[in-house]
């Protein structure tokens, strides 16, 4: 089975700081993805990648960064948060793009910023 | 996608029951779907996937039906049971663009079985 690993399930932070969000596969997927989840608005796709070092914006990427240093690792970063950004967010792989085959995900960090 | 609301569509169904639960797509050239069970506190679970070669694939209590024409999928689960209780939501691939097989969700409808 697929395994994605979010490194926290709850999180608090405050207006202004930098904020860091960790996921981990183990399935050497080329692929992984964060989105945010708000009720209402569905899963909306803030960054991708494709392959180690390479990164694509997604449809809200303002406020955002990623890193992918190495394949099985996928970071978010919060440049300054915002109360805007209070949200569930999730992180989800999937393998190489020849194929349909479907993302999998891990089980979210909700993150609150005061 | 689904339209998008505050408030998810609810399906309630007695236990033993058929669910059926439908999703509109927006792209006809969309050629991959997937459906996607997600209980509370837990992130999205994959269910089952069709391509759009086919019009229908069944798993595991669960059938898949595609309907090109009109841009339709939907999701049957047979002899529901409490635990299938949770919100259901469709995907479709957006297809090609640079890479990394995007997809697009749907809002969600919130499956709830009455004993």
């Known amino acids: 089975d697929v395994k994605v690993t979010q490194s926290s399930r709850y999180l608090v932070k405050r207006t202004g700081e930098k904020v860091f969000l960790e996921c981990v596969q183990d399935?050497?997927?080329?692929?992984m993805f964060w989105y945010r989840q708000d009720p209402g608005l569905g899963l909306r796709l803030i960054y991708f990648?494709?392959?180690?070092?390479?990164?694509e914006k997604g449809d809200i990427p303002e406020g955002y960064s990623v890193s992918r240093e190495k394949k099985e690792r996928f970071s978010l970063i919060l440049e300054s948060a915002s109360t805007n950004q209070t949200s569930m967010y999730l992180c989800?792989?999937?393998?190489?793009?020849?194929?349909?085959?479907?993302?999998?995900f891990g089980d979210g960090t909700r993150l609150s910023i005061l | 996608g689904e339209s998008v609301g505050l408030h998810l569509p609810t399906l309630s169904v007695q236990e033993g029951d058929n669910s059926i639960i439908n999703c509109a797509y927006s792209?006809?050239?969309?050629?991959?779907f997937i459906w996607y069970k997600q209980e509370s506190g837990k992130g999205p679970q994959f269910i089952i996937d069709?391509?759009?070669?086919?019009d229908k694939r069944q798993g595991q209590r669960v059938t898949v039906l595609l309907n090109k024409t009109v841009k339709h999928l939907s999701l049957q689960i047979a002899a529901t049971q409490p635990g299938d209780s949770a919100v259901y939501f469709c995907?479709?691939?957006?297809?090609?663009?640079?890479?990394?097989?995007?997809?697009?969700f749907g809002t969600g409808t919130q499956l709830k079985v009455e004993l």
């Open positions: 990648s494709y392959d180690v070092k390479m990164k």
């Open positions: 399935m050497d997927h080329e692929n």
């Open positions: 069709i391509r759009s070669n086919m």
């Open positions: 989800a792989s999937s393998i190489g793009t020849l194929y349909n085959q479907p993302q999998h």
């Open positions: 995907a479709e691939k957006r297809g090609l663009t640079g890479g990394g097989n995007k997809l697009t």
């Open positions: 792209n006809s050239a969309s050629d991959y």
